[in-house]
């Protein structure tokens, strides 16, 4: 694709020679053929060192280029309007059933569904209109997969789990395993641990994308459920009866311990912990590595450190020890300028 038929697509100006573009790449890594973009000056030196074939800038930019420059609005959108523009299509998935699935008799399934190799399918499944199932995917008795839904390789659905409309579940997702649910009794001073039945199952609402090797708990009994729109990032772990009202976001190596509670528009940043049977408001974002023991109603919207506070008061703790020193330091010198006084005396 031309840098001239490029910046028409994107609402943008061109300035310099039209070349041949076939990829987007960062401004370090371009080569010759590839559009790059920035959108800060303070990343001007980057800029003028780029190997990129054609670069795309803010309309306001200033400091030039060494390539093809194309003007637009908004470079970061711009740019993941280009990189779709280059991408190969993804792969299509036809409807049918592989000749190595193993799908049980009686399994409702919709219109339109792809099943792929060596996937199976237990008894008293359903399967939603327009869905699609990658290979070697578990999909285990009683389980519901809502229309439009996508399944990618080695996921496990463990019995009763249900899905909604429009979910992704990416590679080695898996929901409805046990929890950590035990008894400890002693007998003769030596501890007696007993499993507690996990009886319960896990519920997706539509709209909801769970990042690779994500583990959800079933229930104790009722259920564990992630409501709508909500987005689960790779390696998170979410316990047993853990509830998510809609439209959060759980990141990276996150982990919610069983029955917590997590309002709406919440987001969890990466490595978070938040303890059991406790409660998130609405809109609270617990920050990186943040520990949470202790329900947040909502005043603090965003904590972090361990345990959880907010950042005035974590800025405050962090502060205190360069206070104090500062504090010796006039204190010393006042006293030393009181023994002057007293000797002048």
């Keep these: 694709m031309k840098a001239g038929e490029l910046a028409v697509r994107l609402g943008g100006t061109v300035e310099g020679e039209d070349v041949e573009l076939f990829a987007c790449a960062g401004l370090e890594e371009a080569r010759a053929g590839e559009v790059s973009f920035c959108k800060d000056a303070k990343h001007a030196k980057l800029v003028a060192e780029t190997k990129a074939s054609a670069i795309l800038l803010p309309r306001d930019w200033q400091s030039g280029a060494p390539c093809t420059i194309i003007r637009v609005g908004d470079p970061d959108t711009a740019c993941m309007v280009a990189a ?84 992704i579940l990416h590679c080695g997702v898996r929901l409805g395993g ?40 079933r229930a104790r009994v009722g259920r564990t459920y992630i409501g709508p729109h909500t987005k689960i990032d790779n390696l998170v772990q979410i316990g047993h009866n853990v509830k998510v ?24 940043w990466a490595q978070a912990g938040i303890s059991g049977h406790i409660k998130i408001a609405d809109g609270v974002q617990v920050g990186p590595q943040a520990g949470v023991p202790q329900s947040l109603d909502g005043t603090q919207k965003y904590v972090i450190g361990t345990p959880a506070t907010s950042m005035k008061e974590l800025a405050a703790i962090t502060l205190a020890p360069k206070m104090l020193a500062k504090l010796r330091a006039e204190v010393k010198l006042l006293k030393s300028e009181i023994a002057l006084l007293k000797a002048q005396m």
């Design 84 to 167: 779709e523009l280059f991408a190969p299509p993804p792969p299509e998935r036809a409807a049918g059933i592989h000749p190595t699935a193993i799908v049980a008799p009686g399994v409702k399934i919709g219109a339109d569904v792809h099943i792929g190799a060596y996937t199976v399918i237990e008894a008293g499944a359903e399967i939603g209109d327009g869905a699609v199932i990658e290979a070697q995917v578990f999909i285990g008795e009683r389980c519901k997969v809502g229309a439009k839904t996508h399944i990618y390789p080695q996921v496990t659905l463990r019995e009763g789990t249900v899905l909604g409309r429009n979910v």
């Design 178 to 217: 046990d929890g950590y649910g035990y008894s400890t009794t002693f007998e003769g001073g030596m501890p007696k641990i007993e499993k507690i039945p996990q009886l319960g199952v896990v519920e997706i609402a539509d709209n909801v994308e769970i990042g690779s090797n994500t583990t959800i708990d």
């Design 245 to 268: 009202a809609g439209y959060s976001g759980i990141i990276a190596q996150a982990g919610v311990a069983g029955s917590t509670q997590i309002g709406t528009g919440c987001l969890i």
